[in-house]
């Protein structure tokens, strides 16, 4: 008998989606809930009676652990950001019994569901050293916001003993084994230990790693981060303020991982200089706020590589439930390894 789930990834029904959801939430008569968006996760434009919001399905491989850890991120920051000028974070409905989230059943299994507020904003491109310089500073106030709150996971974690921190989920950290190790696993497994880049993987990974280990041996700035904060389509501009959203790689590590993100974008347009006078507005802006030293910055460009990494593990874990393998084989592969021995590690 066949007993394991029938699909990998599913789109579910915005019918579906009513029935399972209108009862949890106070938000008037549902008019329309349409599929909007595939990503890692899958968006959905909800309007009812009361205004429009932004339904979020969340992949299965994302735990109820997982959400309420970024849930409760936003409710310290919603706090902790409620005097800045010039930050703020998108904010979930509550559900009728305050969690925030419900659990559906799915093809796949389990898979969370949250409603945000729906954002009106501009999608900023970053591409003037004004634009560098304010997001660079909301993107300080965020990260000082963030060195202000102490999560109920960690308090949990903190007076837990042996046997209950076995049950207790753990959060993932922002760190090498998650950037760089997990990473190289996985495309090990997905090209063979026998393919011929395997070898130059393992080198160029070890040394990265080594060169992460020393910088940060000196003492970077370290925290809870954004995860994913690339500027991009994780934050909208009102008038002064930013408002950053999307949170779910949210999780302890490096800042200069953070801003990483933003500078990397810039390695799409742009020569040489004006990349460089947009990120020195922008490391303007975020030390109007708050200090980020030499070694922080040094560790940015090396924080890059690791992402493109991550980048890399990423699209393999999506081969077989989302992306199909046709777009991952020799010039998907080739492409990154030009690009890592481009980087001069090895």
């Not at 932004?54 to 706090?79: F, G, Q």
Request: proline fraction near 1%.
């Amino acid at each position: 008998m066949f007993n394991h789930a029938t699909a990998l990834r599913s789109v579910l029904s915005p019918a579906y989606l009513e029935w399972a959801l209108q009862a949890h939430y106070d938000i008037g008569t549902w008019q329309e809930c349409r599929f909007w968006l595939r990503g890692l996760n899958d968006t959905y434009r909800l309007c009812t009676s009361t205004g429009t919001y932004i339904l979020r399905i969340y992949r299965t491989e994302v735990a109820e652990a997982d959400v309420r850890y970024e849930l409760s991120v936003l409710t310290a920051l919603k706090e902790g950001l409620s005097s800045s000028a010039h930050t703020e974070v998108g904010d979930f409905i509550p559900t009728k019994d305050q969690t925030g989230y419900t659990m559906l059943d799915a093809a796949e299994g389990k898979r969370a569901a949250v409603i945000f507020h729906y954002i009106e904003g501009t999608e900023n491109n970053l591409e003037d050293e004004g634009s560098c310089y304010a997001f660079g500073r909301s993107a300080a106030e965020l990260h000082q916001a963030m060195d202000g709150i102490k999560l109920e996971q960690e308090r949990e974690l903190a007076s837990a003993s042996v046997t209950e921190l076995e049950s207790v989920h753990a959060r993932f950290k922002l760190d090498t084994k998650f950037l760089i190790d997990e990473p190289l696993e996985r495309i090990i497994r997905y090209i063979g230990e026998s393919h011929k880049e395997t070898a130059f993987l393992q080198t160029f990974t070890t040394v990265l790693k080594e060169k992460i280990s020393t910088i940060s041996s000196s003492g970077l700035d370290y925290g809870l981060c954004h995860g994913d904060m690339h500027g991009n389509n994780n934050v909208f501009e009102q008038q002064e303020h930013f408002i950053h959203y999307d949170f779910e790689w949210a999780a302890m590590g490096w800042r200069a991982y953070d801003l990483a993100q933003v500078k990397i974008r810039k390695r799409q347009s742009g020569d040489a200089e004006k990349k460089q006078q947009l990120w020195d507005a922008l490391m303007k802006g975020y030390r109007s706020v708050r200090s980020f030293t030499d070694a922080d910055e040094q560790a940015v460009d090396l924080l890059i590589i690791a992402r493109r990494f991550w980048v890399m593990g990423l699209d393999v874990a999506f081969i077989d439930s989302d992306m199909g393998a046709l777009d991952y084989g020799e010039d998907w592969l080739n492409d990154f390894i030009e690009e890592f021995r481009d980087t001069g590690i090895v």
